[in-house]
């Protein structure tokens, strides 16, 4: 399944929202998202950083491709 960090308040996570939809994919079903920036924090542990060192959200997974 894949994984996307960010905020919904996030425009720039709002738009990988829309694009997922576009293509009919549901959260909790082909993707999982996981609330992140500011007061959610985690887009800057050392976990989130080995994936996108710019440490902002969105950041997507799939298999073993990470976009950001
Ligand atoms: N062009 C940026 C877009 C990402 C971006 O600017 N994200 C903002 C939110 S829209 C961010 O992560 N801000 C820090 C935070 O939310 O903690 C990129 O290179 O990824």
């Known amino acids: 399944m894949m994984t996307l960090w960010g905020r919904k308040s996030s425009i720039n996570v709002q738009k990988v929202l829309w ?13 999982e998202r996981i609330d992140a920036g ?8 050392p976990e989130f950083l080995a994936l996108n060192p710019n440490g902002l959200v969105p950041t997507l997974r799939d298999g073993e491709l990470v976009l950001w």
């Open 19 to 31: 694009a997922l939809s576009e293509l009919a994919l549901i959260e909790g079903r082909d993707f």
């Open 38 to 45: 500011l007061h959610f924090g985690v887009n800057k542990t």
